[in-house]
């Protein structure tokens, strides 16, 4: 049976230990971290993220702003949000959900905010950075992925030195910058997707197995080594015996049975993604009072996280 790698209880950990480092920011520095949250539109899922991201953040004893926008705001009006956010120097961290109504572009307001204030890590100019092993803020779900990994492997980064990964997924936000970090790691990278010939035999070959894709148990047990640790990060809702449930893009119990650790749908990725964020908030506020903090993640991997 499988270890489960337990997201939640390492996200509670984190954010405990975050807390100290929140007061302990406030009380050399006079300045409380600012994580602004802004929702366009209903969407429930985004609603139910957003709420947990503000609980969190209050927990944390970081300062949350939040800009709930009708379904139908303009381009322009969301560009003004951002706009005055970016300005506010009690506002650290800028966050917009995703996704956003199809009528809004996603491009435009990533890349309007401000680069030092991307806590989401979506920006351009961090997504070259990640690219070049240069500081930058991290995406929250692979930098999440990377400490449970982590855990997994030992303190340090070491243990995913020449291992083989598959990313399944190929996405912005989680499957290339999660291929540029187990770079950053040494491991040997394969990034499979919906062109991909042969997946499943390319799954079989990897020690580490992430499976980003957004399809309801996708991996089976077939697809994964025996021994092999799977990060599962697709968070879908099925219906299942006429109940609504949670699954990954994994299915848990076969591979339970091959593989040698797996993180949990819900109770892994999720929370972790979530905890990461509120890290990244406090790193983008060190930065912004130049505190000497931003290093690369390769080394923040080895030392403080
Ligand atoms: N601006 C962003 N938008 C989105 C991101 C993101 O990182 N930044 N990622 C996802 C959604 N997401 C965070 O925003 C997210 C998804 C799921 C969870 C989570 O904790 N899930 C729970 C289950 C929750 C439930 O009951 O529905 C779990 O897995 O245990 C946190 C964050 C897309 N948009």
Known sequence: MADRIDGKRLANGLIQGLTKEVEQFK?????????????????????????????????????SIEHYLSEDCSQSELDGVIEQLNSNPNVHGILVQLPLPSHLCEKKVIESIAP???????????????????????PCTP???????????????????????VVIGRSNIVGKPMAQLLLQANCTVTVVHSRTQNIESLCQQADILIAAVGQPEMVKSSWVKTGAVVIDVGINAISRDG????VGDVEFDSVSGVASALSPVPGGVGPMTIACLMQNTLT?????????TNKPFSAQMQTEM
């Open 116 to 138: 030092e204030k991307d806590v989401d890590g979506f920006h351009p100019q961090n997504v070259g950075r990640l690219g070049t092993g240069e500081a930058s803020l991290t």
């Open 243 to 246: 109940k609504r449930k949670l």
């Open 143 to 165: 930098l999440g992925c990377m400490l449970m990994l982590r855990q997994h492997f030992g303190d340090c980064l070491s243990g995913l030195s020449g291992k083989h990964a």
């Open 284 to 292: 983008a506020a060190k930065n912004q009072i130049n505190l000497p």
């Open 27 to 63: 009380a050399s520095h006079n300045v409380v971290p600012g994580l602004a949250v802004v929702l366009v539109g209903h969407d429930p899922a985004s609603q139910v993220y957003v709420s947990s991201k503000v609980k969190r953040a209050k927990e944390a004893g970081l300062n």
